[in-house]
């Protein structure tokens, strides 16, 4: 973990769980989205924790958080799942997504209670429907494919199955067989149609590459991995042809990018529509803010942030 300077810890701040926390966007947008929104504070404290954290690492972060008067919570990034696994004992509520989800995204404190929340499965949904048209899927039949099957892969497919116009199919892969034995379990307890998702095992990215291409046309390509932020890469190699007028979609908006990369290599051969992660971090930040401070966010204010954070992006 970083060590969190003493000094921002003798004021009200609001944290952020990641991994390189440091070159996120959050740090210069925070500050004006705390003038607009009028919050108590406008310091933003990263806790930068390694991929491969321990447990302990995990609970002394948590602990932190709630035992420091001053700390109003934090957004958790790649660490969501592991932060359940490790320390969901230390919250005193914890909403339903979390605990089907097994992932904590937002932290927040009423009164002495600690609150643990999964915001995902709210902010990719509205993500999605930023750039989806209306009806896109009982229109064209396509499916959604769901690259990676950790926090916001579990997400996206919690929303799919919400959604009246799901889609006809939704793969989701992993490279192992306990991530999509968890993602299952999480379905069976949600009440998911069991005919709705296919999970498959990619060993390689070449398998990944064959189950892109195919799908239908008009199909959503989703890289929920991580690759191309937390670690360099992409789940797909530069060979895979993707479905003609298919939306690609990279959940991330910085860092190398290969995913997105390849994707718009091809987006005028094969009439892609091609996403980055910009407006699910926008909606991500503001749900999780929102939830730490106790406020309520109109169309108008989610706006208003979105423009003072392109300002700076």
Known sequence: MTATSSDALQADCMGFVGVTTGSSSIMKVFPLWADILRLPTRTLVG???????????????????????????????????????????????????????SEIS???????????????????????????????????????????????????????????????????????QDKLDHLREVHRQHGTREDLIRYVVTDTPEEADAIVAAAPAGSVIANATGLGKDAPGSPLTDAVVYPENAWVWEFNYRGSLEFLHQARAQQEARSLQVVDGWRYFIHGWSQVVADVFEISLTPAIVEQLADAAESVR
């Open 47 to 101: 806790h930068d924790l390694p991929m491969d954290a321990d447990p302990a690492q995990y609970r002394a972060m948590v602990e932190q958080i709630r035992d420091n008067p001053h700390h109003r919570g934090a957004l958790v990034t790649t660490h969501k799942m592991n932060v359940f696994t490790a320390a969901s004992d230390l919250f005193d509520e914890l909403d339903p997504f979390a605990v089907s989800c």
């Open 106 to 176: 937002s932290i927040s404190k009423r009164g002495e209670k600690l609150i643990g929340r999964a915001k995902d499965p709210i902010t990719v949904d509205l993500a999605l429907n930023d750039f989806l048209p209306a009806e896109h899927f009982a229109r064209t039949g396509a499916e959604v494919v769901i690259l990676g099957a950790g926090g916001s892969g579990t997400a996206l497919s919690w929303a799919l199955a919400e959604r009246a116009d799901a889609p006809s199919r939704v793969t989701v892969t992993a490279r192992s």
